[in-house]
T-cell receptor, first 114, second 115 residues
Framework: AQSVTQLDSHVSVSEGTPVLLRCNYS??????LFWYVQHPNKGLQLLLK??????LVKGINGFEAEFKKSETSFHLTKPSAHMSDAAEYFC????????????FGKGTRLHILP | NAGVTQTPKFRVLKTGQSMTLLCAQD?????MYWYRQDPGMGLRLIHY???????AKGEVPDGYNVSRLKKQNFLLGLESAAPSQTSVYFC??????????????FGSGTRLTVV
């Protein structure tokens, strides 16, 4: 069965410093992996996706993630944090069954310090 | 704007009352899903549908029913609301096949409080 573990429930960084949000997955198949962002009292927005093409995936707002099969990881990074990045981030793995289900991690709340 | 629309956006219910949440999508997506979001739990799948007239249980289906009478609409019903159903509910849709790699499209959520 597929699962995803977000290793930190909260991460705090100073504005202008790098961001690292960690995600490990478990899958019997070649998974599709996604990162979604949710700003306070808002819906979910797709940041980026990995679907077995390039292992380094670039997303919106300067975020990127690297798929590492040997480490079963899909960590999200950004070189320089901005105050507007404060939000909750969800790592998501696809279930390859016919019903196209996806499985969410529990989320990482990113705090940006001025 | 194309996308997923949820109504209502907010609702307060008394224990034992019933209500229906409506999700509508205009992207001609085959698959639709209902999730609930609770603090520290991520999003958990309640029910889903892979096409008009079909429904299936997800991870946390108890206390909910769904219907997909039209392809564009997916209804979530609470027959007898309980305080444990206080949550934020999200609807999503997706297209099968290679298009699913573009990810889901989510609605903006319904915040439900049961008192």
């Amino acid at each position: 069965a597929q699962s995803v573990t977000q290793l930190d429930s909260h991460v705090s960084v100073s504005e202008g410093t790098p961001v690292l949000l960690r995600c490990n997955y478990s899958s019997s198949y070649s998974p599709s992996l996604f990162w979604y962002v949710q700003h306070p009292n808002k819906g979910l927005q797709l940041l980026l996706k990995y679907t077995s093409a390039a292992t380094l995936v670039k997303g919106i707002n300067g975020f990127e993630a690297e798929f590492k099969k040997s480490e079963t990881s899909f960590h999200l990074t950004k070189p320089s944090a901005h105050m507007s990045d404060a939000a909750e981030y969800f790592c998501v793995v696809s279930d390859p069954g016919r019903d196209d289900k996806i499985i969410f991690g529990k989320g990482t709340r990113l705090h940006i310090l001025p | 704007n194309a996308g997923v629309t949820q109504t209502p956006k907010f609702r307060v219910l008394k224990t034992g009352q019933s209500m229906t949440l409506l999700c509508a999508q205009d992207m001609n997506h085959e698959y639709m899903y209902w999730y609930r979001q609770d603090p520290g739990m991520g999003l958990r799948l309640i029910h889903y549908s892979v096409g008009e007239g079909t429904t299936a249980k997800g991870e946390v289906p108890d206390g909910y029913n769904v219907s997909r009478l039209k392809k564009q609409n997916f209804l979530l019903g609470l027959e007898s609301a309980a305080p444990s159903q206080t949550s934020v509910y999200f609807c999503a849709s997706s297209a099968p096949g290679p298009e699913r790699n573009y990810g889901y499209t989510f609605g903006s959520g319904t915040r439900l409080t049961v008192v």
